[in-house]
């Protein structure tokens, strides 16, 4: 069973929408949850970074929330842009080492 | 921003060559930095820990006869895909840590195997 999950796997929202991600993960010990912005074809490029004691972070139109008690995130995406289209990853890093688990990523197609 | 590079950016060769995927590192060094591979509408799967002056490790149901890595220098990685299937076809993605609460992954590399 993956360590995180994401969902939706998918959605269509129309320009200037807003929308929201899951992620619900099974790390122990938690060390940080990361979201992932990966564009077609490219490399995951980072978006925001939580630790155990923060629970919202924003970046730009990016805002992301974190409960550690419930082992929860979501990422919600305001005012959507045609390129915020791409798929979005949900990682989490357990304490004492560098390895990630990665959630299969919300794919998010933007429609004018 | 720390930034991680790639090359080549995307590669076709025929089936039987082998291939080399340059990782580096550009304004920091990495003791350590990881290849992952991903096909199409799936996750990062992680392939190895490449370690800088020591073995890489590999994860379990990857061959490292066939997915050769060796970690250079403190801000270079390759990966080479030996003897090239159609099966090998995949996006390839490295990252590296700057420090040890941060990843920073690389463009990928698309190969294409004839």
């Known amino acids: 069973k993956n360590q995180v999950e994401q969902s939706p796997q998918s959605l269509i929202i129309l320009e200037g929408k807003n929308c929201t991600l899951q992620c619900n993960y099974t790390v122990s010990p938690f060390s940080n949850l990361r979201w992932y912005k990966q564009d077609t074809g490219r490399g995951p490029v980072s978006l925001t970074i939580m630790t155990f004691s923060e629970n919202t972070k924003s970046n730009g139109r990016y805002t992301a929330t974190l409960d550690a008690d419930t082992k929860q995130s979501s990422l919600h995406i305001t005012a959507s842009q045609l390129s915020d289209s791409a798929s979005y990853i949900c990682v989490v890093s357990a304490r004492g080492n560098n390895r990630l688990a990665f959630g299969k990523g919300n794919q998010v197609v933007v429609i004018p | 921003g720390a930034v991680v590079s790639q090359h080549p950016s995307w590669v076709i060769c025929k089936s039987g060559t082998s291939v080399k995927i340059e990782c580096r590192s550009l304004d920091f060094q990495a003791t350590t930095m990881f290849w992952y591979r991903q096909f199409p509408k799936q996750s990062l799967m992680l392939m190895a820990t490449?370690?800088?002056?020591?073995?890489?490790?590999?994860e379990q149901g990857v061959e490292k006869d066939k997915f050769l890595i060796n970690h250079a220098s403190l801000t270079l990685s390759t990966l080479t895909v030996t003897s090239a299937h159609p099966e090998d076809s995949s996006f390839y993605i490295c990252?590296?840590?700057?420090?040890?609460?941060?990843?920073?992954f690389g463009p990928g590399t698309r190969l294409t195997v004839l």
């Open positions: 490449s370690n800088e002056g020591s073995k890489a490790t590999y």
């Open positions: 990252s590296a840590p700057p420090s040890y609460n941060e990843q920073f």
